[in-house]
């Protein structure tokens, strides 16, 4: 799998939007990219993925560059509850999607 | 709905014991299934993977090992631990086929394991 480059730690303040950029300058045209973020001392929580398009849900926005080799993660209206670690990964999704994390960027909402 | 169980929440052993940790999913078939460890201040790290029961793919050589012995259920076992072997375990699941869930992996509450 490739590998992402994400800045260690981000604050921001409550109610504004999170921009949570990612490198992955290696990814392969198979490759999706992927948004998780773990909320200390829980199990990792799934955001959003996409492939070449951006894609939105109910929780962020994923903005992915034209050439694919770096993406955004927006949470539209920062929340304290939104306060985790925030992992982009990229992956081949198949029979068993091996996602590999590495050390995500800490984001801390404040008032 | 899905849900995911991991026992125990937390461990403290002694060095050279044994340990067994418990997965198990309900509300799905045939799922993929996952072990992760997280050491303290670093980023998950996959350990096992199995696509079925008694299928087991290891990532990376360590001192534990993984069994299926039943479709929703996921077993991580080692016969003596290390200290190394200190971190927060996490059992994660994802559906298998053409189901929309196939990029989502599911992830257990963890286990915390101290070896002393």
């Known amino acids: 799998d490739a590998k992402t480059t994400q800045p260690p730690s981000m604050d921001c303040a409550e109610g504004r939007a999170a921009n949570l950029p990612c490198n992955h300058s290696?990814?392969?045209?198979?490759?999706?990219v992927y948004w998780y973020r773990q909320i200390h001392s829980q199990g990792p929580q799934y955001i959003i993925h996409?492939?070449?398009n951006n894609e939105t849900n109910e929780m962020a926005s994923l903005i992915i560059t034209e050439d694919r080799k770096s993406s955004t993660l927006i949470l539209p209206h920062a929340t304290l509850r939104d306060t985790a670690v925030y992992y982009c990964?990229?992956?081949?999704?198949?029979?068993?999607?091996?996602?590999?994390f590495g050390t995500g960027t800490r984001l801390q909402v404040t008032l | 709905s899905q849900t995911i169980h991991q026992w125990p929440a937390t461990l403290v052993q002694p060095v050279g014991s044994p340990l067994s940790l418990e997965c198990t999913v309900e509300?799905?078939?045939?799922?993929?299934l996952y072990w992760y460890r997280q050491a303290a201040g670093r980023g998950l790290q996959l350990l096992f993977y199995?696509?079925?029961?008694?299928?087991i793919s290891s990532e990376v050589p360590q001192n534990l090992s993984a069994s299926r012995p039943q479709d929703r259920q996921f077993i991580l076992s080692s016969k003596k631990l290390l200290l190394s072997d200190s971190g927060f375990y996490l059992c994660?699941?994802?559906?298998?086929?053409?189901?929309?869930?196939?990029?989502?992996?599911?992830f257990g509450p963890g286990t915390r394991l101290t070896v002393l």
């Open positions: 996409g492939l070449k």
């Open positions: 290696t990814i392969s045209g198979n490759e999706y």
């Open positions: 994660a699941w994802s559906a298998t086929g053409l189901a929309g869930l196939l990029h989502e992996q599911f």
């Open positions: 990964i990229v992956s081949v999704s198949g029979t068993a999607s091996k996602l590999t």
């Open positions: 199995s696509v079925g029961i008694g299928q």
């Open positions: 509300g799905t078939s045939n799922p993929n």
